[in-house]
């Protein structure tokens, strides 16, 4: 049985840090890339953006630009976990954050748009983040 499992939201003030957890299990990131994705208060699902992704083909990483540079995935290959290394927090990163695995042929998909979001066959429930003074 799949699963995903996020944790680690929290009230942070700008720029400040905070790292998201992904508890992941019943497949392999050998097969299946893993994505962060985020949903802003007021959004609809549709509305959700695909900001980091691990693809499963050659473990690299990828972010859409305005998160890259700030925001880091790091994988734990013992525990099963795909973190989200969050820094220079600002206020537009505020939103409830889920991770989600798809097969995607080895590669990446993130950005906006329910063609994304479809591509994705498991998601977890969502953890969220408030970046607030």
């Known amino acids: 049985q799949v699963q995903l499992v996020e944790s680690g939201g929290d009230l942070v003030q700008p720029g400040g840090s905070l790292r998201l957890s992904c508890a992941f299990s019943?497949?392999?990131?050998?097969?299946?890339?893993i994505s962060w994705f985020r949903q802003a208060p007021g959004k609809q699902r549709d509305g959700r953006v695909g900001?980091?992704?691990?693809?499963?083909?050659?473990?690299?990483?990828h972010y859409i630009r305005s998160v890259e540079g700030r925001f880091t995935m790091i994988r734990d290959d013992v525990k099963n976990i795909v973190y989200l290394q969050m820094n220079s927090l600002k206020p537009e990163d505020t939103a409830t954050y889920f991770c989600?695995?798809?097969?995607?042929?080895?590669?990446?998909?993130?950005?906006?748009?329910?063609?994304?979001?479809?591509?994705?066959?498991?998601w977890g429930q969502g953890t969220q983040v408030t970046v607030s003074s």
């Open positions: 019943g497949f392999s990131l050998d097969y299946y890339s």
């Open positions: 989600a695995a798809g097969r995607l042929g080895g590669g990446c998909l993130i950005g906006i748009g329910r063609a994304i979001l479809d591509k994705y066959n498991y």
């Open positions: 900001i980091a992704c691990l693809a499963s083909l050659d473990g690299k990483t």
